[in-house]
């Protein structure tokens, strides 16, 4: 019986976390590792807003993304390319960024993107 309850506690407990409510991690500053490169997160009703900080001259937009767990995406313009970022928290203040799309395939920033992430740091509420 105490493995059996053991184990639906443990159950219960993995689903718990699964279900948690993510969005207040992203709300912040965050910097990319080794770069002064830096936005600010705002997070509403699941609704991710990115505001430039610290571009280093790199002229981008954005569209509003959306969080889903412990994922955050958006859509991204630079230099006559669009793609989808996906980011993904490994902790409350560290999070993993790379390209999930990025048309057309062709163009130089999308080779360069292709199968690379960049670690980003949050460095204030």
């Given at each position: 019986m105490r493995v059996l309850t053991l184990a639906l506690l443990l159950a219960l407990g993995s689903q718990a976390r699964a279900a948690e409510d993510y969005?207040?991690?992203?709300?912040?500053?965050w910097n990319a590792e080794?770069?002064?490169?830096?936005v600010e997160v705002t997070v509403t009703d699941g609704r991710v807003e990115l505001r430039q900080l610290e571009?280093?001259?790199?002229?981008?937009?954005?569209?509003a993304g959306r969080v889903a767990g412990s994922i955050m995406e958006f859509e991204v313009d630079y230099a006559g390319?669009?793609?989808v970022i996906r980011a993904r928290l490994e902790d409350a203040s560290t999070a993993i960024v790379f390209a999930r799309t990025?048309?057309?395939?062709?163009m130089v920033v999308c080779v360069l993107a292709r199968d690379r992430q960049a670690r980003f740091r949050k460095i204030s509420d």
């Open positions: 969005a207040h991690y992203w709300n912040g500053v080794g770069t002064l490169f830096s571009s280093l001259g790199f002229q981008w937009s954005s569209s390319v669009s793609g990025c048309v057309p395939d062709f």
